[in-house]
């Protein structure tokens, strides 16, 4: 089993580059185990982590519902923002600055061929993350992603997660709310759920700014142990 994961941070980029960018690297991961299966071939799958932060975008997966969208789309315009429907799981997520996308491209063959524990192992990432900030972080039943306050009137999200997955390789993946511009979540019903609000971290600790890089530090240390992972960086593409 190859645990080799290229990290590329790709700083600031849009949105659908990104999507593409990832659909790309998803296919050629696909095209590779078709053909090892095809030619009875045992050539290395690569696996690939996708960091990057993005300019305001509205994303609806595939069984989501378009009423949980809020804004029209001169309205979104008027806030400078893009609204894509994308092929992941779950419904409609956000997108912005201040907010740490990862997009794990993994071939889970080479870990493991179990996508809630796949699901599960994200989750815990940012729930041991956010413990070294002092948050206690938790899963809430029924519900993807991480909580604070789980279970009282005071439950928010702090972190989306929404996957795809074919041939046991995975694309997208988590948004981590760390100097979010919350007044963005306002114009949707975050992931169709209604009773529930939406923080970020520097909320959280009542401070102005957590430093980005930092968090991103923290955050692959986790995975790093969780999937028993060696992170090679890997310059990106221009």
Same mark, same amino acid.
């Given at each position: ?16 580059? +990104?999507?593409?960018? /990832?659909?790309?690297?998803? /296919? ?7 053909? *090892? #299966? ?29 009423? *949980?969208?809020?804004? =029209?789309? /001169?309205?979104? +315009? ?9 092929? #992941? ?20 063959? *080479? ?28 899963? =809430? ?14 439950? #928010? &999200? ?5 996957? #795809?997955?074919?041939?046991?390789? +995975? ?22 759920? &209604?009773?529930?609000?939406? %923080? ?6 009542? %401070?102005?700014?957590? *430093? ?20 090679? &960086?890997?310059? %990106?593409?221009?």
């Amino acid at each position: 089993m190859n645990k080799k994961v290229f990290l590329q941070d790709l700083g600031h980029k849009d949105y659908k580059e +990104t999507w593409d960018y /990832q659909e790309l690297l998803f /296919q050629q991961i696909l095209d590779l185990k078709i053909r *090892n #299966r095809r030619e009875e071939l045992r050539l290395e799958t690569p696996n690939y982590f996708l960091l990057v932060e993005h300019p305001h975008v509205y994303t609806l997966g595939k069984s989501g519902n378009l009423q *949980n969208l809020l804004a =029209s789309e /001169q309205e979104l +315009t008027k806030k400078g923002a893009s609204f894509y429907k994308i092929n #992941r799981g779950g419904d409609i997520t956000y997108h912005g600055p201040g907010q740490i996308v990862g997009y794990p491209i993994l071939d889970l063959d *080479n870990f493991f061929t179990d996508i809630h524990k796949y699901l599960r192992f994200l989750e815990e990432m940012v729930i041991l993350t956010l413990r070294e900030y002092g948050l206690k972080a938790e899963r =809430s039943k029924g519900e993807t992603g991480v909580w604070l306050d789980v279970g009282t009137p005071f439950a #928010r &999200k702090i972190c989306a997660m929404g996957v #795809r997955a074919s041939r046991w390789v +995975t694309m997208h993946g988590f948004a981590l709310n760390v100097n979010a511009d919350l007044g963005y979540f306002d114009l949707m019903i975050p992931c169709g759920i &209604k009773d529930k609000a939406v %923080t970020s971290l520097n909320v959280e600790l009542g %401070t102005q700014e957590v *430093n980005m890089e930092e968090v991103k530090e923290k955050l692959l240390y986790h995975f790093n142990s969780l999937f028993e992972a060696e992170i090679l &960086k890997q310059k %990106t593409p221009a």
